[in-house]
Each structure stands twice: as structure tokens, then as C-alpha cells.
């Protein structure tokens, strides 16, 4: 019962329901921990410490299969990205709010939006 509290639980949940080939890479703006994803990259080198030059082939070069991404874009880096490299006319949204084991934590009332997207290059 404590995992499906922990932080992230809910969005890896999601994830895995929403992609038919279980074996597929994901990459993910806002997975902090992967315990539940068997195929990841870490958001790190994709997402926090690059040159917003160089993140478009970055992301184009990265071999992964889905990628996960906070809704809506901050990034204009990120939205030209998703326009020319993914299928963004099947993209799968969903709403979440923070998960912590600690149930009077004042941050579990932060709402947030994730999308689903298919890499096509």
C-alpha cells in the first residue's frame, strides 16, 4: 500500500498502462525514480544538464521509444521537438497530483499535467 503513495508511483502506472509493447525505452521529464519502469534513460542528461542549444539532437539522436513530458511545454526547445519527432496526434494526457507517503504534506496538493508521446525519428 506505501509504494502506491510514493513519489512517482502513479505517473510509472500510467505509463505502463498506456504502452502496448511493455520492452519499450522511456524517457521522462518528471521520473524521478525508475523501480517501476523496466527501460529508461535518465532525465538528467536530457532534461537538466545540457545546453538548451544542443537539446533538440539530442533528443532526436537518444534511443528511446515513448517519451513523457510535463504539459503544457515550457521549453520552445521541447515543443519543436514533439512537433517534428513524435505522434503527437495520439498523445495520451493525464492529470496527477504529488504523491508522498507523508499524508499531511502540504505539496500533495499540487496539481500537475503529463503527456505521453510516441518517437517517430
Not at 544538464?49 to 539522436?61: C, G, H, R, T, V
Not at 514533439?82 to 507523508?102: D, G, P
Not at 499535467?113 to 517517430?120: C, D, G, Q, Y
Request: charged share 25%; aromatic share 14%.
Amino acid at each position: 500500500m506505501s509504494r502506491k503513495y510514493s513519489h512517482n508511483f502513479n505517473e510509472a502506472e500510467w505509463i505502463l498502462n498506456s504502452i502496448d509493447d511493455k520492452n519499450s525505452i522511456i524517457l521522462s521529464e518528471n521520473q524521478r525514480s525508475y523501480i517501476f519502469l523496466n527501460n529508461f534513460l535518465s532525465r538528467e542528461k536530457y532534461f537538466k544538464f545540457m545546453e538548451q542549444d544542443n537539446q533538440i539532437s539530442l533528443l532526436i539522436d537518444a534511443k528511446f521509444d515513448y517519451i513523457v513530458l510535463k504539459y503544457p511545454y515550457k521549453n520552445q526547445n521541447i515543443q519543436k521537438f514533439v512537433e517534428i519527432c513524435t505522434e503527437y496526434n495520439t498523445a495520451k494526457k493525464k492529470s496527477f497530483n504529488i504523491a508522498t507517503r507523508n499524508f499531511l504534506s502540504k505539496i500533495r496538493s499540487i496539481d500537475f499535467e503529463l503527456i505521453l508521446l510516441k518517437k517517430t525519428c
